[in-house]
């Protein structure tokens, strides 16, 4: 059971912008910790996407950005390209479990 | 260049033990924090645990008792003793280098492929 929730599937088509939520709570988020995001191909493990909620690390294209305000994330693609096509997940530390968490995880759909 | 790679999974009893392994190069491996995170079949990502540098450790609530996490900074290696295993820790175990300002802050900057669990009679 994550304590963060992200909606399920999200779906756009090639150009569009599509925006992934991730909602916490006061012992995760709303605290200040940072939120990373995560993209995951099928069948391979996951790779850093953005990290310190809004930075990306050398080699993500700059349609992938991040935000972050009171309990809830967000990623946003834009200019949403088939390779896009992925499982996403944010991640951040919770002070009540002393650990890290991740999202319940978005399927990006490319249309 | 990092490498991360898991090895020592497979197919194990439940109540049975395995000891996993990943192997890390491309960086200083003494100073950073990895850890072991798990992905069961068609489900999100589970953190399991983290060890910093100098041997420090932490565990998920779902784990901890059963589970040992250490490393060999000699030998550049991460390990995950897991004993009395249940159905529901089959899964892919991920090795991940952590990077960030703080432990309440860090990110999994460098996954490796992964190793299968499967707890099953």
């Known amino acids: 059971q994550s304590v963060l929730t992200q909606p399920p599937s999200v779906s756009g088509a090639p150009g569009q912008r599509v925006t992934v939520s991730c909602t916490g709570r006061s012992s995760n988020i709303e605290t200040g910790h940072d939120v990373h995001w995560y993209q995951q191909l099928p069948g391979t493990a996951p790779k850093l996407l953005i990290y310190g909620n809004t930075n990306r690390p050398s080699g993500v294209p700059d349609r992938f950005s991040g935000s972050k305000s009171g309990t809830s994330a967000s990623l946003t693609i834009t200019g949403l390209q088939a390779e896009d096509e992925a499982d996403y997940y944010c991640q951040s530390y919770d002070s009540t479990l002393s650990g890290s968490v991740f999202g319940t995880g978005t399927k990006v759909t490319v249309l | 260049e990092v490498k991360l790679l898991e090895s020592g999974g497979g197919l194990v009893q439940p109540g049975g033990s395995l000891r996993l392994s990943c192997a890390a190069s491309g960086f200083t491996f003494r100073n950073f924090a990895m850890s072991w995170v798990r992905q069961a079949p068609g489900k999100g990502l589970e953190w399991v645990s983290l060890?910093?540098?100098?041997?420090?450790?932490y565990y998920a609530d779902s784990v901890k008792g059963r589970f040992t996490i250490s490393r060999d900074n000699s030998k550049n290696t991460l390990y995950l003793q897991m004993n009395t295993l249940r159905a529901e820790d089959t899964a892919v175990y991920y090795c991940?280098?952590?990077?960030?300002?703080?432990?309440?802050?860090?990110?999994?900057?460098?996954w490796g492929p992964g190793t299968l669990v499967i707890v099953s009679s």
């Open positions: 060890i910093f540098g100098p041997g420090g450790t």
């Open positions: 991940a280098k952590m990077d960030g300002i703080d432990y309440n802050n860090y990110c999994f900057d460098y």
